[in-house]
């Protein structure tokens, strides 16, 4: 007989994948000394201790404990399990999604027809459709800069208006860079920037380098434009219904969302992003939208300009061991 077989059941729970498939090769920590973990078959992983020495107040007053589950090319998930005052243990979690690596979707959208000629500016979403029951995305142009939460986060559809001339970054700048090289710029101005719609806001201006806000999300090429703009609330807004990691850009919404630019609130820290929604194609039609993570399928919709477009949507469904999915699409005259 092991100690663990004399152990209280603590934390019980499955480890599994995105389409709720159980994961193998599953490790599971507890920061709680007098712990012990145990994983077995099929995900199935507990936390155990003896209940009155883990949690000796607990009769009297709430507790909680980290649990950190890891699985091969999947990044650590730390889970906090929340005891209430009076509760006994265990806390059953059921199934415990560890997600997996972020992917991609990329393509060309072509017209539909005879000549099957690629469609410059054509507008990729994903959106809302019978053939994948129960999920409501929303594809953003640039992901989240950090972690969001489910339920606390919440999405609202925005108006965005220019709100004077634009200006040329002449030099251009890196992802993660703080500052750009601009003038005619004040601080405190919302800016549009570059061919992906980035939303940037000025800190601070000196001299001619523009200071902001938060780094930037994606590099801009020399000669990169900045438009000055506005940007109001102005639709419903929507709670995130599954939690998003840093450079995400599939949201999972509670209800169907249509709006060409949104603000994303973090209920948390308050802190809030603009992002444009959906994937411009290039001159030659390609498109690429990235940040795809923890969804068995997803619905995804090419749109353009004096096109018709009522071609139904394609089910496109993510292959984690391939970053870049291959999706060419069409849209009918």
Same mark, same amino acid.
């Given at each position: 007989?092991?100690?663990?077989?004399?152990?209280?059941?603590?934390?019980?729970?499955?480890?599994?994948?995105?389409?709720?498939?159980?994961?193998?090769?599953?490790?599971?920590?507890?920061?709680?000394?007098?712990?012990?973990? !145990?994983?077995? /078959?099929?995900?199935? *992983?507990?936390?155990?201790?003896?209940? +009155?020495?883990? *949690?000796?107040?607990?009769?009297?007053?709430?507790? /909680?404990?980290?649990?950190?589950?890891?699985?091969?090319?999947?990044?650590? *998930?730390?889970?906090?399990?929340?005891?209430?005052?009076?509760?006994?243990?265990?806390?059953?979690? %059921?199934?415990?999604?560890?997600? %997996?690596?972020?992917?991609?979707?990329? =393509?060309?959208?072509?017209?539909?027809?005879?000549?099957?000629? &690629?469609?410059?500016?054509?507008?990729?979403?994903?959106?809302?459709?019978?053939?994948?029951?129960?999920?409501?995305?929303?594809?953003?142009?640039?992901?989240?800069?950090?972690?969001?939460?489910?339920?606390?986060?919440?999405?609202?559809?925005?108006?965005?208006?220019?709100?004077?001339?634009?200006?040329?970054?002449?030099?251009?700048?890196?992802?993660?860079?703080?500052?750009?090289?601009?003038?005619?710029?004040?601080?405190?101005?919302?800016?549009?920037?570059?061919? @992906?719609?980035?939303?940037?806001?000025?800190?601070?201006?000196? +001299?001619?380098?523009?200071?902001?806000? !938060?780094?930037?999300?994606?590099?801009?090429? &020399?000669?990169?434009?900045?438009?000055?703009?506005?940007?109001?609330?102005?639709?419903?807004?929507?709670?995130?219904?599954?939690?998003?990691?840093?450079?995400?850009?599939?949201?999972?919404?509670?209800?169907?969302?249509?709006?060409?630019?949104?603000?994303?609130?973090? %209920?948390?820290?308050?802190?809030?992003?603009?992002?444009?929604?959906?994937?411009?194609?290039?001159?030659? =039609? *390609?498109?690429?939208?990235?940040?795809?993570?923890?969804?068995?399928?997803?619905?995804?919709?090419?749109?353009?300009? %004096?096109?018709?477009?009522?071609?139904?949507?394609?089910?496109?469904?993510?292959?984690? /061991? @391939?970053?870049?999915?291959?999706?060419?699409? /069409?849209? !009918?005259?």
């Amino acid at each position: 007989m092991t100690r663990l077989d004399v152990y209280d059941v603590l934390v019980a729970g499955r480890a599994v994948d995105g389409r709720g498939d159980p994961l193998t090769g599953v490790r599971v920590e507890c920061d709680r000394p007098g712990t012990r973990t !145990r994983i077995a /078959s099929g995900g199935q *992983f507990v936390v155990a201790g003896v209940a +009155g020495l883990v *949690f000796p107040h607990l009769a009297t007053a709430a507790d /909680s404990v980290t649990v950190r589950l890891e699985a091969p090319g999947r990044e650590t *998930f730390e889970l906090a399990v929340p005891l209430a005052a009076g509760s006994v243990p265990p806390v059953l979690l %059921g199934d415990v999604e560890i997600p %997996g690596p972020a992917v991609g979707v990329a =393509g060309q959208v072509r017209r539909e027809d005879l000549s099957q000629d &690629p469609i410059p500016g054509a507008l990729i979403r994903f959106v809302t459709d019978a053939s994948v029951p129960g999920l409501f995305p929303l594809a953003l142009r640039i992901g989240v800069p950090g972690a969001r939460a489910a339920t606390t986060t919440t999405v609202r559809a925005t108006t965005v208006a220019s709100a004077g001339a634009p200006v040329s970054c002449p030099a251009g700048a890196r992802a993660g860079d703080e500052v750009l090289a601009a003038t005619g710029i004040a601080a405190g101005t919302i800016l549009r920037a570059g061919p @992906r719609e980035q939303y940037l806001q000025v800190r601070a201006v000196v +001299g001619d380098l523009l200071l902001l806000t !938060r780094p930037l999300a994606v590099s801009l090429a &020399p000669g990169a434009t900045l438009e000055p703009v506005t940007i109001t609330p102005s639709g419903p807004t929507r709670t995130v219904v599954r939690p998003l990691a840093a450079g995400d850009c599939l949201v999972a919404l509670d209800a169907d969302l249509t709006a060409d630019t949104v603000r994303v609130t973090d %209920g948390v820290t308050g802190e809030t992003t603009d992002h444009a929604t959906g994937a411009r194609a290039d001159a030659a =039609g *390609f498109y690429q939208i990235g940040g795809v993570r923890g969804v068995d399928a997803v619905a995804v919709k090419a749109t353009a300009a %004096g096109l018709a477009g009522a071609q139904p949507p394609t089910v496109w469904r993510p292959d984690e /061991s @391939r970053p870049v999915n291959p999706l060419d699409l /069409s849209v !009918r005259p």
